[in-house]
């Protein structure tokens, strides 16, 4: 139990979170391990966006202009992660998936290159660790590199987590720390002041009035001969003619390659992005050519209007929002989880950050913001 919960006299009140992606499992957790009874609702635990993403954990690599009000978020998530997995670790005894690999980004051609090389800029500016390199050192930090390509940059800092792998020890921590999962999906009667609704793209039937949109996303899983082993040792973060692309090495030697952004109504994988994602991806990384595939998914983004989620209380029901972590709701997750905590139990020091933080963070992730 965390220091600043052992001196409460106060007995945890019981606690219930909808959706079993790794935003409502790290919830429970949370919760679960300040000893609040917890019971989880999911009619397919893990089913969501969490069963498809990378889990690139990228504050630095993933900074666009213009995302201001998201980068605190990022930071402040990425810098909450260790201490999460390593209590998960704790309290389940099974790996977590991750890996503080590090970053490269490459740039394909030249045009990429002074995409990156701009991008660079920008990133020292907001103070991140990023650093132009040379050909010559990429080729000797990643020999599967393609010999062509123009420039790249290493980001030490950003490393990753695998989704499913983190997935599953949570599940077992939870089970572990007695939490209750019922497999079904959520009524209006789970609603209320002690419930958490972290059903992604889901919470919007719910609450018609957020602004949430699918944005699919194709991604595979590939594996990799053992001759190969490891194919990279970074994620790898590419621009090809400026379409990003990236591969994502897991620890048992196999690698991910993804992902398509889309905002039709097609839910189901279109063969453009897959064909996209592979002359890409073997642009950048040749050997990719003699990988099989394991797995080849399509998983819907929870989106929203300016990227940044949707976390504060319903007004109605008293239900904490908790939703539309987007395109980095696996960074975000050791944030989100803590700040669904605090909102539920009413206590923002289970945040572990300042009020005036706490404060910030929620003024720009007010679910209302988008409704008047
Ligand atoms: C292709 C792809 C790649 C990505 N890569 C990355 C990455 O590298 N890094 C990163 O940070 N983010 C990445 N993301 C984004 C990330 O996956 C999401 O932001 C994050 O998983 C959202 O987590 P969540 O728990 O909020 O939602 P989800 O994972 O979608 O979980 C929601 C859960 O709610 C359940 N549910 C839905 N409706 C109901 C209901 N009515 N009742 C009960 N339960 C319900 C679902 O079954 C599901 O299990 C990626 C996403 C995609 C699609």
Same mark, same amino acid.
């Given at each position: 139990?965390?220091p600043?919960?052992?001196?409460?006299?106060?007995? %945890?009140?019981?606690?219930?979170? @909808?959706?079993a992606?790794?935003?409502? =499992?790290?919830?429970?957790?949370e919760?679960a391990?300040?000893?609040?009874p917890?019971?989880v @609702?999911?009619?397919? #635990?893990m089913s969501?966006?969490?069963?498809?993403a990378?889990?690139?954990?990228?504050?630095? &690599?993933?900074?666009?202009?213009?995302?201001d009000n998201?980068?605190?978020l990022m930071?402040a998530s990425? &810098?909450?992660? %260790?201490d +999460? *997995?390593?209590?998960?670790?704790a309290?389940?005894?099974?790996p977590?998936g991750?890996?503080t690999c590090g970053t490269i980004?490459?740039?394909a051609d030249?045009?990429d290159?002074?995409? +990156?090389?701009?991008?660079?800029d920008?990133?020292?500016?907001?103070g991140?660790?990023v650093?132009v390199?040379?050909?010559?050192?990429?080729?000797?930090l990643?020999?599967?590199?393609a010999?062509?390509?123009?420039?790249a940059?290493?980001?030490?800092?950003?490393?990753? @987590?695998d989704p499913?792998?983190?997935?599953?020890?949570?599940?077992?921590?939870?089970?572990k720390l007695g939490?209750?999962f019922?497999e079904r999906?959520a009524? #209006?009667?789970d609603?209320?002041p002690?419930t *958490?609704? &972290?059903a992604?793209?889901?919470?919007?039937?719910?609450?018609?009035?957020l %602004? =949430?949109?699918?944005?699919?996303g194709?991604i595979?899983?590939l594996d990799v %001969?053992?001759a190969?082993?490891p194919?990279?040792t970074?994620?790898i973060?590419?621009f090809v003619?400026?379409r990003p692309?990236?591969?994502? #090495?897991?620890g048992n030697g196999s690698? *991910?390659?993804?992902?398509?952004?889309r905002?039709?109504?097609?839910k189901?994988g279109?063969?453009?992005?897959?064909?996209?994602?592979?002359?890409d991806? @073997?642009?950048l990384? #040749?050997?990719l050519?003699?990988?099989?595939i394991?797995?080849i998914?399509?998983?819907?983004?929870?989106?929203?209007p300016?990227? =940044?989620p949707l976390?504060?209380?319903d007004t109605?029901?008293g239900?904490?929002i908790?939703?539309?972590?987007?395109r980095?709701?696996?960074?975000l997750? &050791?944030?989100?989880a803590?700040?669904?905590?605090?909102?539920?139990?009413g206590?923002r020091?289970?945040?572990?950050?300042?009020?005036?933080?706490?404060e910030?963070i +929620?003024?720009?992730t007010?679910?209302?913001?988008?409704?008047?």
């Amino acid at each position: 139990m965390p220091p600043e919960e052992r001196t409460s006299v106060v007995t %945890p009140a019981a606690c219930c979170v @909808i959706g079993a992606g790794l935003v409502g =499992l790290a919830t429970a957790f949370e919760l679960a391990s300040r000893g609040h009874p917890v019971t989880v @609702i999911d009619p397919e #635990p893990m089913s969501g966006a969490s069963h498809h993403a990378a889990g690139m954990l990228a504050p630095a &690599a993933e900074i666009q202009y213009g995302q201001d009000n998201l980068v605190p978020l990022m930071r402040a998530s990425m &810098a909450l992660y %260790p201490d +999460l *997995v390593q209590r998960v670790a704790a309290a389940s005894g099974c790996p977590t998936g991750y890996l503080t690999c590090g970053t490269i980004v490459v740039a394909a051609d030249g045009a990429d290159r002074r995409h +990156l090389r701009e991008l660079a800029d920008f990133q020292h500016a907001a103070g991140m660790d990023v650093e132009v390199v040379t050909t010559r050192y990429l080729r000797q930090l990643e020999p599967a590199i393609a010999p062509v390509v123009a420039g790249a940059a290493l980001i030490p800092g950003d490393h990753q @987590i695998d989704p499913r792998v983190f997935g599953a020890a949570l599940m077992c921590a939870l089970k572990k720390l007695g939490v209750r999962f019922e497999e079904r999906k959520a009524t #209006p009667d789970d609603l209320g002041p002690k419930t *958490v609704m &972290a059903a992604g793209l889901g919470a919007a039937e719910y609450f018609p009035f957020l %602004p =949430l949109r699918p944005v699919w996303g194709e991604i595979m899983r590939l594996d990799v %001969p053992d001759a190969m082993t490891p194919l990279v040792t970074h994620v790898i973060r590419g621009f090809v003619e400026d379409r990003p692309v990236y591969v994502v #090495p897991r620890g048992n030697g196999s690698v *991910v390659l993804g992902a398509t952004s889309r905002e039709n109504h097609r839910k189901w994988g279109s063969l453009g992005g897959v064909y996209q994602l592979l002359r890409d991806g @073997i642009r950048l990384v #040749p050997g990719l050519e003699e990988c099989s595939i394991s797995d080849i998914g399509t998983g819907g983004r929870p989106g929203t209007p300016d990227d =940044l989620p949707l976390v504060g209380t319903d007004t109605a029901t008293g239900t904490v929002i908790s939703t539309g972590y987007f395109r980095h709701g696996i960074l975000l997750t &050791a944030l989100a989880a803590r700040l669904g905590a605090a909102l539920v139990t009413g206590d923002r020091h289970v945040t572990g950050l300042d009020d005036r933080a706490v404060e910030s963070i +929620l003024t720009h992730t007010d679910p209302y913001r988008w409704s008047n």
